[in-house]
């Protein structure tokens, strides 16, 4: 998600300094390239050798240094990022920008620059709560300074209150916001993927063939155009996509739990593959082989997930979008399942086995909606995800 993106992250002379190493790592994990720089008094909390070997780069740290300075300039430094990065932002760091000083390294990069800056503020509960701080609080935003946290918790000085830092996932996730300036940015979407597991006993399960694929590529594509996602997903082959909200669930019946908790959303994009039925007592110990011959089992209907969200009365999403998996006669199945769920669209694919589809790399679907069958032809999975992230942003009125 942040490949390509250099972020110039300062670090600020306030106890949190430490959790800034694991942003480091974070934000890599994400692809981008970080470039560190530590205040003098935020050396006094962080090593500059812990910070440069995790960066994987030289960490700076004077104004006044001939070969930084030469190597590159200061000026340079603060605009060649894509995002300045700030955690923790302390108390002094925010007066110095809100005031335009420009006495050291830190603040004078923060002043030479018109890229644009997120500030992770932390700092004791009384000084958040200074007026001189809410004053350069809101002289910052009005310069369109962005915040992320602090958050309210118990602090290292023993008291209680706002002014945390940020955790590291959501200072990472607030960057990742940032980037994610496409058509569907502000839109919420939800989206399912995978099979589900029923249980039979402990150890055995019922299940299908569906490995993921598809829905994590839809909820990567609709990410990629700037929308938040919450990933709901039953045990797949494939790793969910980076920058979404990912749930994980087993079974039919917490898929639904998930969902509904998920709600409301623009936009929910149905792509599991939901089992119809489960095993209606599953039991709680192992069955063993018997005398008795073999157990009978007796199944008991899943919750209907689609037709549920589709037909909701009220906080029903903008648009729902089912999938149909068929094996034959897959554009009269599937808009016979468009009226009967009472979905906006239906992505049709046939998943006979001489089509490779299922557990496959490429898809060949057709989009059924009120105005008709729209044939695509077969491509890779990512490029349907794709085109229909595409299709999406433009029925939200996004664009795309
Ligand atoms: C032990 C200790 C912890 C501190 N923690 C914080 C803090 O969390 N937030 C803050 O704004 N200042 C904190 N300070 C005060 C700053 O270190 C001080 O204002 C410093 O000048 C900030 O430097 P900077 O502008 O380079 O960040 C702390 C000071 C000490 C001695």
Same mark, same amino acid.
């Given at each position: ?20 190493l ?10 981008a390239e ?12 962080v ?15 004077d ?7 030469a ?9 060649? %990022?894509?995002?300045?990065?700030? @955690?923790?932002? *302390? /108390?002094?760091l925010? &007066?110095?920008? $809100?005031? #335009? ?5 830190a ?5 030479a620059?018109d890229t ?7 700092m004791n509960?009384?000084?958040?709560q ?7 609080i ?23 209150g ?11 996730e ?12 502000g ?10 597991h ?8 019922? %299940?299908?063939?569906?490995?993921? @694929?598809?829905g *994590? /590529?839809?909820?990567g &594509?609709?990410? $990629?155009? #700037? ?35 998920a ?12 089992a119809?039925?489960?095993v ?5 110990r192992?069955?063993?082989?018997s005398?008795d ?21 009220q906080?029903?999403p903008?648009?729902v ?14 808009t016979?399942?468009?009226l ?14 001489e ?7 490429e ?11 729209d044939v695509?032809?077969?491509?890779g ?13 433009q029925?939200?009125g996004?664009?795309?």
């Amino acid at each position: 998600m942040l490949a390509g993106k250099r972020i110039l992250l300062i670090i600020g002379g306030g106890i949190a300094a430490y959790k800034s190493l694991e942003l480091i790592r974070r934000l890599q994990d994400q692809g981008a390239e970080v470039v560190p720089v530590l205040t003098r008094a935020g050396e006094e909390f962080v090593t500059p050798l812990s910070v440069s070997a995790l960066a994987g780069s030289a960490v700076h740290r004077d104004l006044f240094d001939l070969t930084a300075e030469a190597e590159m300039g200061h000026i340079q430094l603060s605009r060649s %990022a894509d995002l300045i990065v700030v @955690a923790p932002a *302390t /108390a002094d760091l925010m &007066a110095k920008m $809100a005031a #335009g000083l420009a006495g050291d390294l830190a603040s004078t990069l923060l002043l030479a620059t018109d890229t644009p800056v997120l500030l992770a503020p932390a700092m004791n509960v009384r000084m958040w709560q200074h007026a001189a701080t809410q004053r350069n609080i809101a002289m910052l935003a009005a310069d369109g300074v962005r915040f992320v946290g602090p958050e309210e918790g118990d602090m290292a000085c023993g008291e209680h209150g706002p002014g945390r830092l940020s955790e590291v996932p959501d200072i990472v996730e607030a960057v990742l916001r940032f980037f994610r300036a496409g058509p569907l940015q502000g839109r919420r979407i939800l989206v399912t993927s995978g099979p589900t597991h029923e249980p039979i006993d402990p150890v055995r399960y019922i %299940a299908n063939r569906s490995s993921g @694929a598809q829905g *994590t /590529a839809i909820a990567g &594509a609709l990410a $990629a155009l #700037g929308a938040e996602v919450v990933f709901v997903t039953g045990p797949a082959d494939v790793p969910p996509p980076s920058g979404v909200e990912v749930i994980a669930v087993q079974t039919a019946q917490q898929m639904l739990e998930a969902v509904e908790a998920a709600l409301p959303v623009d936009a929910g994009i149905f792509a599991a593959a939901v089992a119809d039925w489960r095993v209606a007592s599953a039991s709680d110990r192992k069955l063993k082989k018997s005398r008795d011959g073999m157990p009978v089992l007796e199944f008991a209907e899943n919750p209907d997930i689609l037709k549920t969200v589709a037909g909701m009365a009220q906080g029903r999403p903008a648009l729902v979008v089912g999938f149909a998996a068929e094996t034959d006669d897959v554009v009269a199945h599937a808009t016979a399942k468009r009226l009967r769920k009472g979905c906006d669209w239906i992505v049709a694919n046939d998943v006979s086995p001489e089509t490779g589809i299922m557990g496959g790399t490429e898809n060949a679907v057709v989009l059924i909606s009120e105005t008709g069958a729209d044939v695509w032809p077969r491509m890779g999975k990512s490029e349907v995800a794709a085109r229909l992230a595409e299709r999406v942003a433009q029925a939200l009125g996004a664009g795309g």
